[in-house]
């Protein structure tokens, strides 16, 4: 693959349901996979397609993890990572060294290689690069998402994850750092906020109390359906967006 793009987003709860679950309602989407791999950092997962993006959501099972510190800071819930695909992770991870960003974990998955990159050092979310050998298609192999996982891609109700947010006392400051690290020049979106363009999403850095991962913007079929199922499952709503994981999901026409 070519360029950078937003592979996949992470969310971060105590439990998986009924935040999974949640989500599958409300978004229209399917479960594709759920990775036996993260048992080994003491983790469960789920995985839903949005189109060629994964929304992935994780959830502590021992004590000692660092979801589980992460939850303790956030105060249990949030956006924890934002993953990226790219063509040479091992050179972003050694750019990312040499800038004062640590590399935090590697995983081996052949064809797969990720380098995640320390939290404390991004600010706000964990980052990820990743590459698979030979998958140059963006609906071809990526086995963090399982053998199979277009075949779950559901397009009645979400058609994209169009974006992602993140806040910060200093927008401005936490927009330049990721662009350093990512190495995509910061431009101007909507009210002027910085934001970072990939091909397929944005990055979007919001004035906040503290740096976090704090909303998600999807592109659905009919937002007041969208809006009118989030209500039904209870979640706090105010006009086109709903609160669900400590995250705001924005629903977009």
């Known amino acids: 693959m070519g360029e950078m793009r937003l592979r996949q987003v992470c969310l971060v709860a105590p439990h998986l349901e009924p935040v999974v679950g949640d989500i599958a309602a409300i978004m229209g989407l399917e479960v594709c996979y759920r990775d036996p791999g993260v048992a080994k950092y003491g983790l469960e997962n789920a995985l839903l397609p949005v189109d060629s993006t994964l929304l992935e959501v994780v959830a502590p099972t021992q004590d ?57 050092d991004c600010r706000a979310a964990f980052i990820e690069f990743n590459h698979t050998e030979g998958s140059d298609n963006i609906f071809g192999v990526y086995p963090p998402a399982g053998p199979d996982w277009p075949r779950s891609i559901r397009t009645d109700t979400t058609l994209a994850l169009l974006g992602v947010e993140l806040q910060s006392p200093d927008p401005e400051d936490l927009a330049r750092h990721w662009s350093r690290i990512i190495g995509v020049d910061v431009s101007r979106g909507e009210h002027d906020a910085p934001q970072i363009v990939l091909p397929n999403a944005y990055l979007r850095f919001m004035p906040g ?42 629903i977009a026409g």
């Open 64 to 120: 000692g993890t660092a979801a589980g510190r992460f939850l303790d800071k956030s105060r249990g819930f949030g956006g924890y990572m934002a993953i990226f695909s790219c063509d040479d992770p091992d050179e972003l991870g050694r750019h990312a060294q040499q800038i004062g960003v640590r590399i935090a974990n590697v995983i081996e998955h052949a064809p797969y290689r990720g380098v995640q990159l320390h939290p404390r």
């Open 209 to 250: 109390g503290n740096e976090a991962l704090t909303g998600l913007t999807f592109n659905v079929r009919d937002v007041a359906q969208v809006i009118d199922a989030a209500r039904t499952r209870g979640c706090p709503c105010g006009g086109e967006n709903f609160l669900l994981s400590g995250v705001t999901f924005h």
